[in-house]
């Protein structure tokens, strides 16, 4: 059956008393969309990875909010929608962030049905604004792909990259992926080097999926390659997402970007973090100490989902089954080691002073 999606084409978009998103752990085989009307299907489209990417989480937490106000029978009722969201996943900071700013609005009014109208016109701006402050990341980092082919214009801008930060984990144009998009609409040639980004696989199923579809070169590569990489010369720069930005600069990201910041800093490759300002943690100054992480189930570890000949999906088991696994899913790179952080409001150095810069209304 057919699937019909918004123009322009997006992650997430309304329908009648509800809304449907990708569901990404179909991709990068069956493209699929689910339904989702109620507080309790929001909370689990997050829990369960159907949306993934902090400016995502956060858009369906904005529905979710707007659907549990749907279903409360009071205003109070506004204290447990928020709590049921805010437990659905730890780290990402765009969720928390969001909800914040929904709840100072909210919780002023006096009338169940204002705060219903109210929640759903954030939600809707919410969304619009991922879409610009995505579209601006990449009008900020084009730059430095535009002063990298001027340095080398006989061959394609090598860039590295680990999880997924494309337009499947915003609304349009993603971060990693806004200033690559823009590149080859200057006629840039650009050639990303996917991280497969084990465990879950969402560099080799969601980023390779997303470039195919934009026409961008790429090629998939194991975890531990891009060490290897980077000494002989094939990195000219890696751009990672992030999930929460410290006021110091310290990001936390999927697991394995930490490596690749030691080896970037190692071979003298620039590293940057790609984020919406709605990333940045202000209430946070030490990234290791103060950023809770996600430990999740051995499961995503000791199995593999994979394509069969026929088409079918079906998962593998790759360790002894009595086997244990520990399921850690992000580190945090220190600012020490990142050149410089990509925002919708520009480029700046990974400490407080330099985002502050950026950023004065956080003084």
């Not at 969309?33 to 904005?62: D, Y």
Request: overall charge negative; charged content about 25%; aromatic content about 6%.
């Amino acid at each position: 059956m057919a699937v019909v999606t918004p123009k322009p084409f997006r992650t997430l978009w309304e329908i009648k008393d509800g809304i449907q998103v990708i569901d990404q752990r179909k991709l990068p085989h069956h493209f699929e969309v689910v339904n989702i009307f109620t507080l309790e299907q929001s909370v689990w489209a997050i829990k369960e990875m159907v949306v993934r990417g902090a400016p995502l989480i956060a858009c369906t937490g904005a529905y979710g909010l707007y659907f549990g106000l749907m279903e409360a029978k009071k205003t109070s009722d506004l204290s447990g929608i928020l709590t049921a969201i805010r437990n659905s996943r730890p780290t990402a900071v765009n969720l928390f962030n969001t909800l914040d700013r929904m709840e100072q609005e909210l919780s002023p009014l006096q009338e169940l049905g204002e705060m219903q109208k109210k929640a759903l016109a954030l939600a809707r701006l919410i969304v619009e604004e991922d879409v610009e402050i995505c579209r601006s990341i990449g009008v900020q980092g084009l730059p430095l792909l535009e002063d990298i082919y001027r340095k080398n214009p006989n061959r394609p801008v090598q860039i590295l990259t680990h999880c997924n930060a494309g337009m499947l984990g915003c609304i349009e144009w993603g971060t990693i992926s806004s200033p690559i998009y823009q590149a080859k609409e200057k006629g840039i040639p650009v050639h990303v080097w996917v991280d497969e980004t084990r465990p879950r696989n969402q560099g080799a199923n969601l980023t390779a999926w997303e470039l195919t579809k934009h026409g961008i070169d790429h090629t998939v590569i194991v975890d531990n390659t891009g060490g290897h990489l980077m000494q002989h010369g094939m990195v000219d720069i890696c751009i990672v997402g992030a999930d929460r930005v410290t006021r110091n600069g310290d990001t936390a990201n999927k697991i394995g970007t930490y490596l690749k910041a030691l080896a970037a800093k190692d071979n003298a490759i620039p590293f940057y973090i790609a984020l919406p300002s709605t990333t940045i943690d202000w209430n946070s100054f030490n990234g290791l100490k103060e950023i809770e992480i996600e430990e999740r189930h051995e499961d995503e570890v000791k199995y593999v989902w994979g394509a069969r000949e026929d088409g079918t999906i079906d998962k593998v088991l790759i360790t002894p089954k009595t086997s244990k696994a520990l399921n850690i899913g992000f580190d945090v790179t220190p600012n020490r080691l990142i050149t410089g952080l990509i925002t919708d409001r520009g480029v700046c150095a990974a400490n407080e002073e330099s985002l502050l810069n950026l950023f004065p209304e956080k003084h």
